[in-house]
């Protein structure tokens, strides 16, 4: 069975059948692969894989982001946190460069991003918004999309089994027909961030990847991140408000306050008192299964 779908207002032929590939990269981190990758790690791995440096952003003249220096490297998941309004969307905007800086820069490796092309950036940075726009698409086509920083004349075998893949991960393959203007947001939300995944890039931002998502699919969808980052020697920035799942599943946590950052820690750093000076909240941090988890006191 055939089917036709269209790219770039191209019609392309190819197989709704899946292809079982596994795709990983030649330098993986080690740890939490299930074996599908090799544990190797380059000499410069521990180098910030992306760093935000002294960064300003304002809207007119409302200062939004105030001396922001922050960096992640590969096999890292960076949580930034904070309350509505303190610039965490603002921020990542800015780290792929949808937002301008007002001051300071944002590198990728040890290139200047205000200075690369938009296919450029879109090769090395993935992005997904807390809220994207729906269209006459399907599902299959909006993942394609994802591939387009690396296209060349025309689709590859490559290119599909990527597509292929990473619909079946994400629990998708049933929908790839249905039009992405059909599917719930919480599908929508699974279906963007699977498109960033195929984009195959060096990190990925994501705003409230789970926001849209029931209790089963914010654990499904941050399991595959969670695998993409450490089979595939990448990192992941992403702001949440949920603080549970980010102690569950990220590495590092930026809070902010008034467009500041407030503090940069591990999971160990995060304590009651933290949490209390940012949000203005008494709890309990407390230990189950080995995990932290934040408990309101009322």
Not at 61 to 87: F, Y
Request: contains cysteine.
């Amino acid at each position: 069975m055939t089917g036709d779908h269209t790219h770039d207002g191209v019609m392309h032929e190819h197989p709704h059948s899946h292809r079982d590939v596994v795709h990983t990269h030649p330098h993986s981190h080690g740890g939490g692969c299930g074996g599908c990758c090799e544990h190797h790690r380059d000499d410069d791995d521990c180098l910030a894989l992306l760093r935000a440096d002294a960064v300003e952003f304002e809207y007119g003249t409302t200062k939004i982001l105030k001396d922001i220096t922050v960096e992640v490297s590969r096999g890292e998941i960076l949580a930034i946190l904070g309350p509505n309004g303190v610039g965490k969307s603002t921020l990542l905007k800015c780290m792929n460069m949808i937002l301008k800086p007002k001051a300071g820069t944002i590198l990728i490796g040890d290139m200047d991003l205000s200075k690369m092309s938009g296919r450029d950036i879109a090769r090395n940075v993935g992005y997904v918004a807390q809220r994207n726009e729906s269209a006459r698409m399907t599902v299959f086509d909006t993942v394609l999309l994802g591939r387009k920083p690396h296209l060349g004349w025309k689709i590859t075998e490559h290119d599909y089994d990527l597509v292929y893949d990473a619909l079946e991960k994400f629990g998708l393959s049933n929908m790839q027909l249905r039009y992405i203007d059909e599917i719930s947001g919480g599908e929508l939300q699974r279906v963007c961030v699977c498109r960033a995944i195929v984009q195959e890039p060096s990190v990925l931002l994501l705003d409230e990847p789970t926001s849209a998502l029931d209790m089963s699919r914010q654990m499904e969808i941050l399991k595959l991140i969670r695998h993409v980052v450490d089979c595939h020697n990448c990192a992941t920035i992403m702001t949440m408000h949920d603080l549970n799942l980010a102690l569950r599943f990220a590495d590092k946590f930026v809070f902010m306050k008034g467009g500041k950052i407030h503090k940069i820690c591990d999971k160990s750093g995060v304590t009651p008192e933290l949490i209390e000076e940012v949000y203005g909240i008494a709890v309990d941090v407390i230990s189950h299964n080995n995990m932290p988890i934040v408990v309101p006191k009322f």
